[in-house]
Each structure stands twice: as C-alpha cells, then as structure tokens.
C-alpha cells in the first residue's frame, strides 16, 4: 500500500468538478484517507513548490494556486503514486492521453486542473505538509 498526496487546482474548483475528479480516484481503488478545501498563502505555494524556485514559470505557478480554493487530499491503494499520475496525464493537457483528468478539465499547463507527488518519498513530504497525523484515518 503506498500514499499520495492530490491537489485540485484552483481551476477545477472553480469549474465544479471536484466531484467528478475524485470519483476517478475512487474509481481506480485510491481510497481516501484524507481530504479538505482550502485557500493558500503567498508563503504556503511558494514553500510547497520550493523545488521550482528557481524555474521562469516559479511566480505565475504560486498567483495561480492562491487565486482560489484548492483541495488537498491523501489517497491510498496499490502503487497509488503511479497508478494517481496515470489518471492525472501528462502536465501539459496538450500532451495528455484521452480520457485523463488533464485532458478532460485542463485549460493550459499554468491551470492544469491537478497536482499529484511524483514519488512516494515526495508524497510523505507533501502530505506531512498539508496534514496532521490526527487527520489520516
Ligand atoms: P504540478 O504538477 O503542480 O507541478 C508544478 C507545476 O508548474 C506544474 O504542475 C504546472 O502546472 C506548472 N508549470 C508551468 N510551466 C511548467 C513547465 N514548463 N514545466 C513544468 N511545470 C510547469
């Protein structure tokens, strides 16, 4: 059993889909353990994707994450890292398999509709940064 950790984006909060999203997590037996709707800081986004301060796209990523609520959620099953990048598609939606998350509901790279760890170690890290050991049941 591994762990990841999802984000939905704040363009696919405001288009209403989070339903629809995490019934595909539910769907490929990623079964949540965890989940909340919140709204980022300035310093939340800019220390959650610390690793990319250094890219161009570094200050349009964090105005992006802070324009809206995102839902963070911890999702578990068999090979969930792999299995949650799969569903997700490619970052960019222009490249995105049909019928992944990033083709169905994604605008462009900047608002692609979701994040998820790109590895179990990362995903330990992600969700330590989003949540409580009392809010992983
Ligand atoms: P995410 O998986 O959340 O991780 C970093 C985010 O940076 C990525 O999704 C994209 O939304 C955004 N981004 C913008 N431009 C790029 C780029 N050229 N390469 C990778 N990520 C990018």
Redesign the pocket.
Known sequence: MEQTLS?I?PDAVAKGVIGKIIDRFESEQLRIVATKKIQLSKQDAQSF?AV?AE???FK??VD??ISGPVVVSVLEGENAVLVHRDL?GA??PKEAEIGTIRADFAEN????A???S?SVENAKNEIRFFFADRELT
């Open positions: 984000i984006k994707y990319h890219r161009p796209f349009d990523l992006f994450m997700m970052t960019d790279i900047d608002a692609n979701v994040h998820g790109d």
